[in-house]
């Protein structure tokens, strides 16, 4: 297995788009790149529901005596979720300890083969998930998404704060614009702390019905940006 860059996507805050611009990026990244996703939010798990294969199941091979899933391919995106392991209507509630297993068993027993970059969605939250990624599955560059709103900034800061404090090399932030709000915003949160701003995403229909706007031009200003980062 040979992964060249991981990304770990990132917000504090629930509900500002990690999920759908993690599909955006690695749909427009695989017309040219090998792309793999790991959904790492093991309680709300959304990539296999954003590309329509919730029903679908990963084979198991074994190789040298360790069983290993092999990742659903679609959009030529291999991708890993929770989502197709746990039962739809059962959410997982589990302590620190079992989620950070369910994460690490996710990576480490995913046969992702050759990848250019593998994308991390994280759960929102900065708790056991983030020390577990950080510590064991180890991602080059972090990623910040927030909204316009205040609450966003503010828990996107956290996210900020604590992949600092993990010494991961944050790329920038996001701002998804989900209500194209057209109020002009500094976002001097951010930027006083030298965290660069990448882009702004509008909503976009196509995000959520399974069509995957590659020719969006934010989205490959955004993509273009991250590969000359890399």
């Not at 017309?31 to 084979?59: E, T």
């Not at 046969?111 to 080059?140: C, Q, R």
């Not at 949160?189 to 031009?217: A, C, M, P, W, Y």
């Amino acid at each position: 297995m040979s992964i060249k860059k991981i990304i770990a996507v990132a917000s504090a805050k629930g509900g500002v788009g990690k999920s759908t611009i993690t599909a955006a990026l690695a749909s427009y990244l695989s017309k040219s790149m090998k792309i793999g996703i790991l959904d790492a939010d093991i309680y709300g798990p959304n990539q296999h529901i954003l590309f329509n294969v919730a029903n679908s199941k990963p084979n198991i091979t074994n190789i040298d005596g360790k069983k290993l899933f092999i990742p659903i391919t679609v959009n030529n995106i291999k991708l890993n979720s929770m989502g197709f392991i746990l039962d739809e209507d059962k959410a997982a509630v589990w302590r620190g300890p079992m989620l950070s297993g369910a994460i690490r068993q996710l990576m480490q027993s995913t046969l992702w083969g050759e990848l250019d970059i593998l994308f991390i969605d994280m759960p929102p939250g900065t708790g056991d998930a983030y020390l577990t990624v950080v510590s064991e599955i180890k991602p080059d560059h972090a990623l910040l998404i927030t909204t316009p709103s205040k609450l966003s900034i503010q828990d996107t800061l956290k996210s900020f704060s604590t992949f600092s404090k993990l010494n991961t090399n944050i790329i920038g932030f996001i701002v998804n614009n989900i209500f194209r709000q057209t109020e002009k915003i500094e976002y001097t949160e951010f930027l006083e702390r030298s965290v660069n701003f990448i882009g702004g995403v509008n909503f976009e229909k196509d995000f959520h019905d399974f069509q995957f706007n590659t020719q969006s031009i934010e989205i490959e200003f955004i993509a273009n940006y991250l590969i000359k980062k890399l």
